[in-house]
């Protein structure tokens, strides 16, 4: 594993639902950077298997996204199927509704369509 200073970044989490959220087209652009990373992460058969909103990194600004605590992940280009990708999409979904009653924030219908977007590609 490496370890990368990545300046004026936050999880996905506090980027987009925690006190200190971002406006409307920032969230948007940080979930649709989250789809990309995943979709991404995926087609190299990343298998995460502890996929939630607070592993995934987002710049400020360039909303870069980076995929954090791979200790347990591995990659298996056999196993990355449907299900398995479809298993860790519904992973990090349930922690963004913990997270979404925890801050008594919702992630909005236009952000939830950035991600599925950029995550089919």
Do not use: C
Not at 20 to 33: H, K, L, N, Q
Not at 60 to 84: K, N, P, Q, S
């Amino acid at each position: 594993l490496a370890t990368r200073l990545v300046p004026d970044a936050a999880d996905l989490a506090a980027t987009v639902l925690g006190p200190d959220r971002v406006d409307a087209a920032a969230r948007e652009a940080a979930w649709r950077s989250a789809g990309a990373l995943l979709r991404a992460a995926f087609a190299a058969g990343v298998l995460h298997r502890d996929l939630n909103m607070r592993n995934i990194l987002v710049q400020r600004g360039t909303h870069e996204a980076w995929l954090l605590d791979l200790d347990r992940a591995r990659i298996d280009d056999a196993a990355a199927g449907d299900v398995l990708v479809r298993n860790m999409v519904a992973r990090l979904h349930r922690s963004r509704r913990k997270l979404e009653s925890m801050y008594g924030e919702t992630t909005s219908h236009a952000e939830l369509a950035a991600f599925e977007e950029a995550l089919r590609g």
